[in-house]
């Protein structure tokens, strides 16, 4: 499976971020296009220093980021319903 099926598959879900300059976000994830480039909602962005601020919405370039963390049932749900549509 490739990362941007995974973000794809995470719309509307929970979020959690690090940048290239180490600020951790946290939000909704609302789209994403091919680029990477991230549209977040209700953030929470921690910054490097310990200061957090919160943000109603944002958009990240792809370049920007370093690493994405899904939630992990994300991929369960995925791999069921692989399994589902290979038995239809």
């Known amino acids: 499976m490739y990362p941007l099926t995974l973000l794809r598959i995470s719309r509307n879900r929970i979020v959690e971020l690090e940048l290239k300059n180490n600020d951790q976000l946290r939000g909704l994830l609302h789209k994403c296009d091919m680029a990477m480039n991230l549209h977040l909602k209700s953030v929470t962005i921690q910054k490097e220093d310990g200061s957090s601020i919160f943000i109603n919405e944002c958009y990240l370039k792809g370049t920007s980021i370093r690493l994405v963390k899904l939630e992990s049932k994300i991929l369960l749900e995925q ?9 239809a």
Not at 79 to 87: D, F, L, P
């Open 79 to 87: 791999r069921e319903e692989c399994v589902s549509n290979n038995k």
